[in-house]
């Protein structure tokens, strides 16, 4: 039954809402007392696990900013007494450490960059279209992703020294690349297959062709997995030591990553304050980066619901 406004809008009349009882207050209430351990319980653990996967980041902080006296004595500081910045200064005014940034940053946005265009184009055609040889494929490429890395660091290095790749920004970046492009391949495929198939049909009864459908309809819509992805391969390419110090033969091309060795020498020992120091400068492009994509994130979720 409708009743009309003084404007002319039908207006769902008042519908009685039903009075709670006594015996229904009371159910409620011994269902939340019974449910108030278990969330008490839950939420300690989850307190627990954020102090410990946070504290190895806090003593890093804690020590970057300690003078050496401080870092080395015997009972724990767990806040410094005489805080300074000395130690930033010393890092950040290291010899080469512009040098090894300037080359941490192209072999990083090479990485990102090939990964993205190669896991993109490689998952579409995975997902959109049928071909022979096409689970064969899927197989080999969850299989490799399998295998750990420092298990395909030797024959790469023997394969990239032969086409003469060793010691080169390309080399580095194609053995980046080749690491995280599986993943890549399956994030951004499952992403491909959660898009309606209705969506693209749309754009070719408009006249859309195969290219104009994926870079104006379905692209946008896997823009979320094209940034997971890019996190992961940033992190990877970022993080990398073992890599670039093997493929690398001039000191000059290292990466950030062998720049923070250096702060252990044979005569010296380990300068803790200034390699914790250099590892929160380390730490700062990759915290602001994913900061970054977090927002884009989400943002390019709900986006791509509303393309759709």
């Known amino acids: 039954m409708t009743t009309a406004m003084p404007t ?13 009882t006594p ?54 500081l767990f806040a410094p007494a005489h805080p300074t910045i000395e130690n930033f200064v010393t890092a950040f005014t290291r010899a080469d450490f512009l040098v090894y940034l ?31 040889g096409r689970r064969p494929i899927l197989v080999a490429i969850l299989l490799v992703q399998m295998l750990p890395g420092t298990a395909l660091l030797i024959p790469q290095f023997l394969i990239f020294n032969q086409v003469g790749l060793t010691g080169t920004y390309a080399g580095l970046i194609l053995a980046y690349v080749a690491a995280v492009l599986p993943f890549s391949i399956w994030v951004m495929r499952g992403f491909f297959l ?15 062709s195969t290219w104009q459908v994926l870079t104006k309809v379905l692209f946008p819509l896997v823009m979320p997995g094209m940034i997971a992805t890019s996190v ?19 000191q000059a091309q290292y990466t950030l990553p062998v720049w923070l060795a250096s702060f252990t020498t044979q005569t010296t020992g380990t300068d803790f304050t200034g390699q914790m ?32």
């Open 102 to 132: 300037g080359n941490s940053t192209i072999v990083v946005v090479g990485a990102v960059v090939l990964s993205l265009a190669l896991g993109i184009l490689a998952s579409a055609a995975l997902s959109r279209f049928r071909f022979r």
């Open 194 to 208: 959660a898009i309606p198939m209705e969506v693209e049909e749309a754009a070719r009864i408009d006249g859309a």
């Open 23 to 76: 015996e229904g207050i009371a159910a409620t209430k011994r269902i939340r007392r019974r449910r108030r351990p278990v969330r008490w319980i839950s939420n300690t653990i989850a307190v627990v696990f954020c102090l410990v996967w946070i504290f190895p980041v806090y003593w890093m902080v804690n020590t970057a900013f300690k003078p050496r006296s401080e870092a080395l004595t015997s009972t724990p």
């Open 8 to 20: 002319g809008v039908p207006v769902e009349a008042d519908v009685p809402t039903a009075v709670p």
């Open 277 to 308: 120091a250099a590892s929160v400068l380390f730490s700062l492009p990759v915290v602001v980066f994913f900061m970054i994509v977090q927002r884009n994130l989400v943002s390019g979720m709900s986006a791509g619901a509303v393309k759709g």
């Open 232 to 250: 992961f391969a940033f992190i990877a390419a970022w993080n990398d030591y073992i890599v670039a110090y093997t493929f690398m033969q001039d």
